[in-house]
């Protein structure tokens, strides 16, 4: 039997269960359906349309694929990414890392997914680690090639390797690292440790980044809503950036809505910045279709408004949207929609996500992606 895991993991973690969460606060079968997502037309008017941001993280998605997955919506095979666009979405997040031990996350593989996203319509959100693996609150490792160079050197290094990553894939939100609670590429990035470092670095990031691809939006990510988010973002007020994103787990950040609500608004207010769930998710069994141990998987880890079930995974995304639009705020992100049981049934190097996915254990789109198109 699959065992849980209870152990708090980073955010964003890696395969080997290293999956995201915020650092700083604190079985049912699944329900198949044959629903179809409908290419239902948005009733929003024209400026909400291009504004407001509904975004799905899918950046396992050429390596799912890649091991044979296909995705359904209703009865029907489809591309994944054209559910998504049916359904709602406007934008689709990404994640990069330097130099990969494999190439999944490589610039290569980023930029041909990110060319898939603009073809089908849809905008790029890149998320850049500036790491060769996972970035997080826990882990903020910088690339190997930059080991050993001098801050002048590494700061350079960053520069160019941002002006390479706007060259390549030219996004239309990019994200200066990943849920950097205390920092990036430690350790001379490390906010707490090294406070000037860090900003000598970010605000080398932004520079080129507002030069090269001013039509670019900037975000800065914490993971959490708790007073870690106005420490961090009282520290960066003077860096030039658009977007504020906050990683929005139950399992770590606190079971309250209306405390996302409020710090949505709160941070909005005394920053005058666009506000953004830059990642939440939720799920839609307690049960398992592999054998990697899930993150999620008690009742005593969601909210008991929300049961774990395909209209609780829905109604959740619907409250947060809520939370989200009545704070002000400018969108929303799923993560881990794509990460189904891709291994098979008996892997122990899956998926530790499949129950939280916006696709069913029979690889069917799941109600919850109604959520997008209200």
Not at 141 to 151: M, N, R
Request: include cysteine; charged fraction near 20%.
């Amino acid at each position: 039997m699959k065992s849980i895991l209870r152990t708090l993991v980073p955010a964003c973690m890696a395969l080997a269960m290293f999956i995201s969460c915020g650092g700083d606060d604190s079985v049912a079968d699944p329900v198949a359906t044959d629903d179809v997502v409908t290419d239902d037309v948005v009733t929003d008017d024209v400026v909400q349309e291009e504004t407001f941001i509904r975004a799905v993280d899918m950046s396992f998605l050429p390596e799912t694929e890649g091991a044979g997955t296909v995705y359904y919506n209703g009865a029907a095979s489809q591309d994944a990414l054209a559910t998504l666009k049916a359904a709602g979405v406007n934008t689709i997040r990404i994640r990069l890392w330097k130099d990969p031990a494999t190439a999944h996350s490589g610039m290569a593989e980023v930029k041909a997914l990110a060319q898939r996203v603009k073809a089908a319509g849809m905008k790029v959100w890149l998320t850049v680690h500036y790491s060769d693996t996972w970035a997080d609150p826990a882990n903020q490792i910088k690339p190997q090639a930059w080991e050993g160079l001098a801050f002048a050197q590494l700061k350079a290094a960053a520069v160019t390797y941002t002006q390479q990553i706007l060259t390549e894939v030219n996004p239309d939100i990019i994200q200066i690292g990943n849920e950097t609670n205390s920092g990036f590429i430690y350790p001379e990035g490390n906010l707490v440790d090294n406070e000037a470092g860090f900003l000598e670095l970010v605000n080398a990031v932004s520079a080129t980044i507002r030069q090269q691809s001013p039509q670019a939006k900037i975000m800065l990510h914490y993971a959490g809503i708790a007073d870690g988010a106005d420490w961090f973002f009282n520290k960066t007020a003077n860096v030039d950036f658009d977007y504020i994103g906050l990683s929005y787990y139950p399992i770590w950040h606190g079971k309250s809505i209306p405390a996302l609500q409020n710090k949505i608004a709160s941070l909005k207010a005394t920053h005058n910045k666009e506000v953004i769930v830059a990642e939440t998710s939720y799920p839609f069994t307690l049960g398992w279709e592999d054998w990697t141990n899930n993150v999620v998987g008690l009742d005593s880890q969601i909210i008991p408004a929300y049961p774990a079930t395909p209209q609780g995974q829905k109604d959740f995304l619907i409250a947060v949207r809520g939370a989200v639009e009545a704070g002000g705020g400018l969108g929303f992100c799923y993560w881990g929609a794509e990460w189904v049981a891709f291994r098979g049934p008996e892997a122990t190097n899956g998926s530790t996500w499949e129950n939280q996915a916006l696709w069913d254990f029979d690889n069917k789109a799941v109600p919850a992606l109604e959520a997008f198109n209200l």
